[in-house]
């Protein structure tokens, strides 16, 4: 049964940072294309960050240069840092992995960013 399971989500004041981590279980994660989304109230969902299984990665205009993108494939995790963060960066995060026609979703962490 594969598995995704999100961490590192909380409250944080505007300027500050969070690690996001996503721990993979029951797939073979390494071939896995991972990505972030996230979604805020009354939005719809999007792509924040992408990291290939070659290691290439790819950021949403709007948090290039604040956050960073990475994974550990002997840890099977990906993971997201996220500085100097801003009231509108406030979302439910979720980790996706996808292979081919093969995707999963995780089950979201929230992330709230206000003074």
């Known amino acids: 049964q594969v598995q995704l399971v999100e961490s590192g989500g909380g409250l944080v004041q505007p300027g500050g940072s969070l690690r996001l981590s996503c721990t993979a279980s029951g797939m073979r994660f390494s071939i896995f294309t991972m990505s972030w989304y996230r979604q805020a109230p009354g939005k719809q969902r999007e792509l924040v960050a992408v990291i290939t299984s070659d290691g290439n990665t790819n950021y949403a205009d709007s948090v290039k240069g604040r956050f960073t993108i990475s994974r550990d494939n002997a840890k099977k995790t990906v993971n997201l840092q996220m500085n100097s963060l801003k009231p509108e960066d406030t979302a439910v995060y979720y980790c996706?992995?996808?292979?081919?026609?093969?995707?999963?979703w995780g089950q979201g962490t929230q992330v709230t960013v206000s003074s």
């Open positions: 996706f992995a996808e292979f081919l026609r093969v995707n999963y």
